[in-house]
């Protein structure tokens, strides 16, 4: 596994995993401050935010744990193009806020959260390359784009000689949409990281959920793959089987799975540092190219 990679084709270099700080709210501080500090131990420096998780109390915890390291961060947070933001001006005023929630003057990479909205592609890119140059923002990427819209987006970033660094969309082994809908293929094209959420499948891929067992809870057990865990055994068996090869777990050997493709960083969340220790463990082995080929197989359901 390489030790570091690049994100996009920018000046960011970072060990080719993150961790998703959605979970992290009023419930979750002490396990986030942890988890936080678990990850940075290991190596991993990418954290990813977003203005809408937990009203801003994602930015706000996150914030206060980078005060309280010297450690290098990376922070990536999210504008939200919401129904009452329909000038490219609400940008700016959201980065305003996302700014001032995590204590920085500066944002690693700032994201469109999704792209439905009336604001055109092209302005919203215009809108990011501004806080390019004020020096608000270090690099700039999508979030849930199509492989049209990522080409738009970086069409329009390329007219200011600025590259689109990401675009974060689901990617794992129980959701390869990415692979059949153009969107790795022209992130590796473009030079452009696909930041993989959900890499674990909602803790399906961990080996936590089997027939017969532990049920999860909350909106996860209406999902199509928590109600057919039957149809999944061969590959909680294949990732179980590689696994005990390598020393490590089910979780692990998803990951891993991920992170070794090219452009491909998975940012699994993590609410406590046992949860952040295990995801960095991913990067510390390699699957080989014959097991990578099994998990491809046993997991090539055409509609997931």
Aim: proline share 6%; charged share 20%.
């Amino acid at each position: 596994m390489q030790q570091t990679v690049p994100l996009g084709a920018t000046d960011i270099t970072l060990r080719p995993l993150g961790v998703g700080a959605m979970p992290w709210n009023k419930n979750t501080v002490q396990g986030a401050k942890t988890a936080f500090e678990a990850s940075l131990e290991a190596g991993i420096t990418l954290f990813d935010t977003a203005e809408i998780y937990g009203r801003g109390l994602s930015e706000k915890i996150l914030g206060r744990l980078i005060r309280r390291t010297e450690r290098p961060v990376i922070v990536a947070s999210k504008f939200a193009p919401l129904p009452n933001r329909l000038r490219p001006g609400s940008l700016a005023s959201a980065l305003t806020g996302s700014l001032r929630r995590l204590g920085l003057e500066r944002i690693d990479l700032y994201q469109i959260h999704w792209p439905y909205t009336t604001l055109r592609i092209e302005a919203l890119m215009d809108a990011l390359a501004d806080e390019i140059e004020t020096g608000r923002v270090r690099a700039v990427g999508v979030s849930n784009y199509n492989e049209s819209q990522m080409r738009r987006a970086q069409a329009a970033l390329a007219s200011r000689g600025i590259p689109l660094a990401s675009n974060q969309v689901q990617y794992s082994l129980l959701h390869r949409a990415p692979e059949r809908n153009g969107v790795l293929n022209a992130c590796r094209e473009l030079n452009v990281s696909l930041i993989a959420y959900t890499p674990l499948g909602s803790g399906l891929l961990t080996g936590k959920y089997r027939p017969g067992g532990l049920r999860p809870s909350g909106y996860r057990r209406f999902s199509k793959h928590f109600r057919h865990l039957v149809e999944l055994e061969p590959l909680f068996d294949e990732l179980e089987n590689i696994g005990a090869t390598h020393g490590r777990t089910a979780g692990q050997v998803a990951l891993n799975w991920l992170a070794r493709q090219e452009r491909v960083i998975p940012i699994p969340g993590a609410k406590d540092a046992a949860q952040a220790a295990g995801n960095a463990g991913a990067l510390d082995f390699d699957i080989s190219e014959a097991e990578a080929q099994r998990l491809g197989d046993v997991s090539a359901d055409p509609g997931n």
